[in-house]
């Protein structure tokens, strides 16, 4: 019976997330619409090629240095923070770690166990840098403006990730469980789940929508891609608990760094889209002309 029981930990998260989510969306629903403050950068955001190629290019290369300088040293600061938790889980984490690796264990459904080792594929490097090169090609061609951002952001975060990952892993030298002796600190799957789906969320986002109930919405998915991340990884036993936690919390520590960087680089997120139509003006009538003077 506690078998199932340990099974159902994911069903549960899974329904806790989205059950959050549902409650901040229908509040969301009653509270003010989005401020109109925000409408202006909706107005300027068509024209910046007026300028000409060579202007454009001046403004994407100094973009793009203003954007991978913030990401570097926002990673810098994920780094130091991840290492002071490091000295922590390395040194006292093996109390939590081992009683749940043996309590998971002997509790394995055949079942699921077969469907862990489906889904904990999504964090796979390769599986999260295709999303990510993909995701870099499709949204440089459907942005409105600034198309330099996506594929500049995703793909230095590819690199970004992977030698702040690599340099934490030369600090801490941890051997994973028994059965996965190479798993280490932290989780690159759980960190992958976080910060290459959250930045693509937000780049989405950030273009198409900008509306908070969006918002929410794509914040759930990717908590939920980032449970069943740490969830699978732990009841497969490729990494200990402590290691999944801190995966989630250091990917969640590069994504703040880009999204930060990329407001950093391109300003703030344009005023929400709207399907509503421009009232009709009268024919020889400007829109600020009232027809009955």
């Known amino acids: 019976m506690i078998r199932y029981l340990v099974a159902a930990i994911w069903p549960a998260g899974m329904l806790i997330i989205f059950g959050a989510a549902s409650l901040a969306w229908r509040r969301s629903l009653v509270t003010p619409a989005e401020s109109a403050s925000r409408s202006g ?3 300027g955001r068509h ?14 290369v100094a973009g793009s240095s203003r954007l991978l300088v ?7 600061a994920a780094f130091g923070l991840m290492c002071l938790l490091g000295l922590l889980v390395v040194n006292h984490g093996l109390a939590i770690d081992k009683p749940v690796f043996i309590w998971i264990q002997s509790h394995h459904v055949h079942v699921v166990t077969a469907a862990m080792n489906r889904l904990t594929k999504i964090g796979d490097t390769w599986t999260a840098w295709g999303a990510a090169i993909a995701a870099a090609v499709c ?45 280490t600190y932290p989780s690159g799957g759980c960190d992958r789940c976080i ?26 998915i990717v908590a939920a891609l980032g449970f069943n991340e740490a969830y699978s990884r732990v009841y497969l036993s490729l990494h200990w608990l402590t290691d999944a936690l801190s995966g989630l919390l250091y990917g969640g520590l590069l994504l703040a760094g880009y999204i930060v960087a990329i407001r950093v680089a391109a300003g703030r997120p344009a005023a929400p889209r709207t399907d509503q139509q421009p009232a009709a003006v009268p024919v020889g009538l400007s829109p600020t002309e009232d027809p009955a003077t």
């Open 41 to 43: 950068t909706q107005a």
């Open 47 to 60: 024209h910046n090629h007026r300028g000409g190629a060579l202007s454009y290019l001046g403004d994407a």
């Open 70 to 76: 913030t990401a570097v040293l926002g990673a810098v």
């Open 139 to 183: 949204l440089a061609v459907t942005w409105r403006d600034k198309r330099w951002v996506p594929p500049v952001a995703l793909g230095s975060l590819i690199v970004v990730d992977h030698y702040t990952t690599i340099a934490l892993r030369h600090v801490f030298h941890r051997l994973g469980p028994p059965t996965s002796p190479l798993g």
């Open 195 to 220: 910060v290459f789906y959250g930045l693509i969320a937000y780049l989405l986002w950030r273009e198409f929508s900008g509306r908070r109930s969006t918002a929410i919405w794509a914040g759930a």
